[in-house]
T-cell receptor, first 112, second 115 residues
């Protein structure tokens, strides 16, 4: 699976949009971009995933560049409860299950 | 709501005892589940892949005789930490792939403290 690069930490004001970048320049054509987050002392929580089109769900939006070498996770109106470590993960989606490889992630701190 | 249930959430035990952690997929079948370990201020590291009806696959450096994995049904995998020692104190997390949705869901984790 392709390696990803994320900033170590970011701050965001409560109520503002949080934009978390991720570089995955070695991504291959059959690899998806996944975003998870981990709130302190909890298991990772799935946020969103996509292949090449932009995606939106009730939690966030995922913007993937046309060359697919980078992506941005957008939390439209950040709240204090969004403070967490956010992981960008790239992996193939085959018919069988496959483990996720976690990097260091981005510590997002939402400030009041 | 949670689609992967993990129990217990926290356990404190004496050195030398064994601890069993359960991981259940709640509304889907999971022929494969994963067990991760996370030390303070570090990221999740895969320990082993649990396969229903067959032996687990362990990552390099993980002792299979110490971390026993049983995946006896399509919805349940268990991790038993045998003869636990203080260095085994960690946060253990399981996960399962919901294959049709291409999403891997995680349990809430188990905080193990060995005294």
């Amino acid at each position: 699976d392709a390696k990803t690069t994320q900033p170590t930490s970011m701050d965001c004001a409560e109520g503002r949009a949080a934009n978390l970048p991720c570089n995955h320049s070695t991504i291959s054509g059959n690899e998806y971009v996944y975003w998870y987050r981990q709130i302190h002392s909890q298991g990772p929580q799935y946020i969103i995933h996509g292949l090449k089109n932009n995606e939106t769900n009730e939690m966030a939006s995922l913007i993937i560049t046309e060359d697919r070498k980078s992506s941005t996770l957008i939390l439209p109106h950040a709240t204090l409860r969004d403070t967490a470590v956010y992981y960008c993960i790239v992996r193939v989606v085959p018919g069988s299950a496959r483990q996720l490889t976690f990097g260091s992630g981005t510590q997002l701190t939402v400030l009041p | 709501g949670a689609v992967v249930s993990q129990h217990p959430s926290r356990v404190i035990c004496k050195s030398g005892t064994s601890v069993k952690i359960e991981c259940r997929s709640l509304d889907f079948q999971a022929t494969t589940m994963f067990w991760y370990r996370q030390f303070p201020k570090q990221s999740l590291m895969l320990m082993a892949t649990s396969n229903e009806g067959s032996k687990a696959t362990y990552e390099q450096g993980v002792e299979k005789d110490k971390f026993l994995i049983n995946h006896a049904s399509l919805t349940l995998s268990t991790l038993t930490v045998t003869s636990a020692h203080p260095e085994d104190s960690s946060f253990y997390i399981c996960s399962a792939d919901r294959v049709g949705k291409n999403i891997q869901y995680f349990g809430a984790g188990t905080r193990l403290s060995v005294l």
